[in-house]
Every structure is written in C-alpha cells, then in structure tokens.
C-alpha cells in the first residue's frame, strides 16, 4: 500500500486531492475526498476509451491505472513538470496576476490556441474547461503547453457525442465558448486575459 503523506500534496479540487507518487516523482495520484466517486469513475472509463483509441497525449496525462494508497484508492496519472523540474501551475495562477499574465502572455497564448486545435483534432470531450484545470507547462521561459489535468469525459445521460465525431466537434466548440466566456467574465480587471481572449 503506498502511504500518501500531507507535504505530498500538489493540488486540491472540490472532490480530490492529488500527491506526489511517492516511488515516482514524475507521476501523481488522484485520491477522492468529498463525493467524487461517480465523477473519479466517469473519467477512468474515459480514459479508458481514449486509450483504446490510441490517441495523441500531447496535451493529456496519461492514466496508468488505481493503486491502493492510505487515504484508498488512487488514480495514478503524468505528473505535469516545467522545464526546470517543478511542478507545473495553472493557468489561473497565471491569470490571477497581472504581472504574470504580461510576463508570459505570448506563452500561454499560443498554449491555448494549440489546446483549442488538440481538443477538436483529438475530439477529446470536457465536462468544463477552466483555468484551474490546465496546467502551463513551461517547457522554456518563453513557451509552454497546456496540459489538461480535471474534468475530462461526458456525463451526457446518451454520449452520442463521445462517439459521434460531427457531434463531439459542436460540443467541443460550446465548451470552448464557455471557457472564453469564463475568462472574460472572471478576468475582467486583467487587461492581459482580456486581450487573450480575443484571440482565441
């Protein structure tokens, strides 16, 4: 059993908590917390299917399966890194700052851009798409990616458009106006999203 300790932790959501896997550094577990079980099962089959489907990982972490952990199970996924080692931050860390936003703005510009072609080539399938969700990978200190990290799958009672590709694009194309929606909405006193958005 692999015991997750406190100093561990990386990031916390409503229903989970992720840690460090503590035998592989550049791996991370998921553990739910607070009712997520339904949720934590929807995006395992998820991913499930989209390994069948032999998809391009790019811009998704890769699920390597449930281990048993002191706090029960745990997803075991990529651990998101920058280029110097550390672990990666959202792009609402980013967004949060000003600074920050202008600092790096062309980065994760162009990250977003290149999520946004990603999803609809891969037609990979949200059930939201917000900032705390992505991670910008500094890959150097003048570009990144974005890796998507929660809420991947559909909760669609029928998901015709998990397996529909015509379908799976307007869904697509919602969730992304959502998520420009989103930004301008919560970022409306950063000038930098404000811009940023308009381009995407």
């Known amino acids: 059993m692999i015991e997750l300790l406190p ?33 934590t099962k929807r995006e395992q089959a998820y991913y499930r299917l989209l390994q069948k489907r032999d998809i391009d990982w790019d811009m998704l972490p890769q699920f390597y399966g449930v281990e048993a952990t002191t706090l029960g199970p745990g997803a075991t996924f990529d651990l998101v890194r920058d280029h110097d080692g550390e672990v990666g931050h959202t792009f609402e860390y980013y967004f949060d700052s000003i600074a920050l936003s202008e600092q790096y703005y062309q980065g994760l510009l162009q990250a977003l851009q290149e999520l946004k072609s990603y999803l609809f080539s891969q037609n990979i399938i949200t059930m939201s798409i917000k900032p705390k969700n992505i991670i910008y990978q500094k890959v150097d200190i003048h570009s990144g990616k974005a890796i998507i990290i929660d809420n991947i799958g559909n909760s669609d009672v029928i998901p015709i458009c998990t397996y529909n590709r015509f379908f799976g694009q307007k869904k697509i194309n919602r969730k992304w106006q959502k998520f420009r929606a989103l930004l301008k909405r919560d970022y409306v006193n950063n000038p930098a999203v404000q811009r940023l958005v308009e381009q995407l």
């Open 7 to 39: 100093e561990a932790m990386v990031g916390k959501g409503l229903h989970r908590e992720c840690y460090i896997h503590p035998n592989n550094p550049n791996r991370c577990i998921k553990v739910v917390v607070n009712r997520g079980v339904e949720e």
